[in-house]
Nanobody
């Protein structure tokens, strides 16, 4: 399974971006897709996750008000809509996939089996 993240860029505070993650490879059977981010000098942190089948979602507290995760099963795509971006959102954003269900481990990066290469989001003030 290969994951390809895209859609990052340089934006100003208050702008919006939509990140995309394309899944390809052998039959895609992952049940959970997640977005993580990592700012320079900081640990990778969880942003949001979605159940591939049901579409149910789970968010980090920092993302609940401004970010929306969604998926398109037919296209094997997952999206992260980010609104009202802030300088502290600056990071490399990664999409990831795993076979777990439920949300108990959704925020734990080590349980995800597959990772995309990351896309840079830079928010200027």
């Amino acid at each position: 399974v290969q994951l390809q993240a895209s859609g990052g860029g340089l934006v100003q505070a208050g702008d919006s971006l939509r990140l995309s993650c394309a899944a390809s490879g052998r039959t895609f059977t992952s049940t959970r897709m997640g977005w993580f981010r990592q700012a320079p000098g900081k640990r990778r942190e969880f942003v949001a996750a979605i159940n591939w089948s049901t579409g149910s979602t789970y968010y980090a507290d920092s993302a609940k008000a401004r970010f929306t995760i969604s998926r398109d099963n037919a296209k094997n795509m997952v999206y992260l809509q980010m609104n009202d971006l802030k300088p502290e959102d600056t990071a490399v954003y990664y999409c990831a996939a795993d076979l777990a269900e439920g949300w108990t481990t959704a925020a734990v990066s080590s349980v995800y089996l597959y990772w995309g290469q990351g896309t840079q989001v830079t928010v200027s003030s």
